[in-house]
């Protein structure tokens, strides 16, 4: 069985699941959707598929993937569900906890998938940081994700256009939500806040701190993790990760029993196995990776977020 699939959004990533969903083992590419309609027959023809208004690719499809604007998250998703139709929204689910909740009301009574595109727990560094040893016994999570400044997504701030990634990422390593929730941050060349600094503490007692700009000189992903028995360090760029705790393989010379265990990964195609999850759900019945109530979750700790910053 093979899934019929159509895409709403032909924007820069929508162009992306477009290209996927044309050639993915289990989905069938039926159509595709856009406001601009000038841009919208341009991806059609490059994915070889019709470019159709809204109701007309819904209602070619088994299942759509809504990849516009945070701000038609709502409208959107909730005109594919009412259509019975299976939906893979984009982060974040919703530009409001109200609409997400909604949304995933709806779905439920519709008996239809929904799956947020959280993208980075379908990658290959994830996968390394939940099967390093130790991780159960973290204290503290730093995450930092920067980036040049580049003119994309600036309808939504920092916290949901690129922080909201490491929420979910660390919300998932915890495994609880924050109880606490500071947060400095401020425009710099949009009108929505371009940089920010998060702390969140836990109702366990630890804590987390996660960094995002997009006006940074340079790339940078990394996460600490701090424990009881010693520290994580990746970095996500360089595709490497160092454990040190005790009874490690390469000694550490001041920490007698101590010694750092390393381990890399080869990048897989994220957002083809984020696709390939999705289908699963819809044709197989898997349970989504990310869900509704994991979009949910991390919304809720991006709002409060944002909340923090406004209140300066």
Do not use: N, Y
């Amino acid at each position: 069985m093979r899934l019929r699939v159509a895409v709403v959004g032909a924007g820069h990533f929508g162009r992306f699941h477009a290209l996927k969903a044309a050639r993915g083992p289990r989905t069938e590419l039926v159509g595709l959707h856009d406001a601009d309609a000038g841009r919208a027959a341009a991806v059609a023809r490059e994915v070889g598929v019709p470019a159709l208004g809204l109701a007309e690719a819904i209602a070619a499809a088994d299942a759509v993937i809504v990849a516009a604007p945070t701000r038609f998250h709502f409208d959107l998703g909730r005109a594919v569900l009412e259509a019975g139709r299976h939906l893979l929204m984009e982060k974040p689910i919703a530009a409001t906890l109200d609409q997400a909740e909604a949304l995933a009301a709806l779905a439920a009574a519709k008996g239809r998938v929904l799956q947020v595109g959280h993208i980075e727990r379908f990658s290959a560094a994830f996968r390394a940081v939940v099967e390093a040893p130790g991780r159960d016994l973290a204290l503290s999570w730093d995450a930092v994700r920067a980036a040049p400044f580049r003119p994309r997504s600036l309808d939504v701030s920092v916290v949901l256009d690129l922080m909201i990634h490491d929420i979910d990422l660390v919300l998932t390593l915890a495994g609880e939500e924050p109880e606490e929730v500071e947060a400095v941050g401020s425009r710099v060349v949009s009108d929505h806040p371009d940089f920010a600094v998060a702390r969140f503490r836990f109702p366990s007692g630890r804590a987390a701190v996660i960094t995002a700009s997009r006006v940074s000189l340079a790339m940078e992903r990394r996460l600490r993790v701090l424990g009881r028995e010693g520290e994580m360090a990746v970095d996500f760029l360089a595709r490497g990760l160092g454990v040190l705790r005790k009874g490690g393989a390469e000694s550490v010379a001041t920490m007698p029993g101590f010694g750092v265990d390393r381990a890399g990964w080869t990048d897989h195609d994220s957002l083809e196995a984020e696709q390939a999850g999705f289908a699963a759900s819809c044709l197989d019945g898997v349970t989504p990776v990310v869900d509704a109530a994991g979009g949910i979750r991390a919304l809720k700790a991006a709002l409060a977020v944002e909340r923090a910053i406004a209140a300066l």
